[in-house]
């Protein structure tokens, strides 16, 4: 997985013309960086990004350059995250096209939090309750879900805001708690359904930004996304049209359906499938031979994330006495949490204050957070020394 870092500042007015984060752009920085090891393109397996077009172009134009240069044609797919591809589900659930009455209520709810956050309510809600109104943020993956939470839990802590003493603009923010017709939701009562609608989805999207879980079971892989996304495809069916499969938005379906099948140790792959991982062939040998279908047992007291794991490890365990005709392919990482973090912790050190910091001090300062495993006090004490 590449991720792009900080680009030198421009020397001269031709540089700041050209300066930018275009397809061309990272690829020439890419370019530079494994120039710098000795490397070109012909090293880069996949790319592990969002799936925006940028990232689907740069592939592209490594492809093309490798056929150029090199006259090697071969597939340089992009490994969408799966986190963003599963924050993009969730907001077409509450979407105007998909679900016009749930757009309503988060708008409506944004709406009362925001009035909640003035002074003079601030202090009628803390007599009440230590809880503080809460904003959904666009940037931030499951904000929507938090937001409606804490709507959920200033209403128990309130009595449904009835024991604060707002003036009449702030009470008609407030969703209405009593049905208008008998045989129809409230208000409150759709806010309460997608509170738990949208914890499933939650409790995968922290999943998804776990690393280094001990438990095989639990790791986040191709294998072990796929199986997730596919249940949660099978329950809400308006989510398959970014976590199927065969999604519109996947750039390259067969790479990644090839990558989980092997993860799972299933060597059966169709031959578009085997044409996409051919690079990762130990030799020509033919992978493996055809597996057999057997049921999967049903757990009910699993919670929805653990049965779709648990599953996934069973099918997977049954096929583990094949040998893999591939390299290993544990590398290939279905999300790119770890670069959203890295590009989160550059926001909160480049701040205002600090705009005029060199970017190689802050590439430096970047380097030093994420391998903490490689220095300690005892280090910084030594270089402060010979300094």
């Known amino acids: 997985m590449i991720a792009c870092g900080v680009q030198d500042i421009p020397l001269n007015a031709e540089e700041a013309n050209s300066f930018g984060f275009t397809a061309e752009d990272i690829g020439d920085y890419i370019f530079d960086v494994l120039e710098f ?72 709810v944004q709406a009362l939090m925001i009035d909640l956050r003035s002074l003079k309510n601030k202090v009628k809600l803390a007599v009440h309750t230590s809880l503080s109104p809460q904003l959904r943020n666009d940037t931030r993956w499951g904000s929507t879900y938090r937001m409606l939470l804490k709507y959920k839990k200033l209403c128990e802590a309130t009595n449904n805001f009835r024991d604060c003493a707002f003036k009449v603009g702030t009470r008609n923010l407030v969703p209405l708690y009593q049905r208008l017709i008998d045989d129809q939701p409230s208000e409150h009562e759709i806010i309460v359904e997608m509170v738990a609608l949208l914890k499933e989805f939650e409790i995968i999207s922290k999943w998804l930004q776990t690393e280094n879980e001990p438990d095989p079971k639990k790791r986040v892989t191709l294998y072990t996304v796929r199986k997730v996304f596919d249940k949660l495809c099978s329950k809400y069916a308006v989510v398959q049209r970014h976590l199927s499969a065969a999604a519109d938005i996947i750039h390259e379906p067969q790479f990644e359906s090839a990558v989980a099948k092997i993860q799972g140790n299933d060597f059966v792959l169709t031959q578009a499938e085997k044409r996409r991982v051919s690079f990762f062939l130990i030799d020509s040998a033919v992978a493996g031979e055809d597996a057999e279908d057997e049921e999967d047992e049903d757990d009910g007291d699993l919670n929805f994330l653990e049965n779709a794991l648990g599953d996934a490890a069973a099918e997977s365990s049954k096929r583990q006495k094949k040998s893999c005709p591939y390299r290993s392919m544990a590398h290939i990482s279905a999300t790119s949490n770890i670069v959203e973090r890295l590009f989160s912790r550059c926001g909160i050190i480049m701040r205002s204050h600090r705009r ?31 300094c």
Not at 47 to 62: H, R
Not at 78 to 90: D, F, I, K, P
Not at 369 to 386: P, T
């Open 37 to 108: 090891y000795g490397l070109d393109f012909e090293a880069i397996e996949f790319i592990t990004g969002d799936n925006a077009y940028v990232n689907q172009s740069l592939c592209t134009k490594i492809e093309d350059w490798l056929l150029r240069e090199k006259q090697i044609q071969r597939t340089i797919p992009l490994v969408g995250c799966a986190s963003h591809r599963l924050n993009l589900a969730v907001q077409l659930i509450y979407s105007v096209q998909v679900n016009p009455v749930y757009s309503q209520m988060v708008d409506k």
């Open 356 to 386: 005029l910091m060199d970017p190689s001090t802050l590439e430096m300062l970047i380097m030093l957070r994420f391998n903490k495993d490689l220095w300690d006090a005892r280090e910084v004490d030594e270089a402060m020394k010979r």
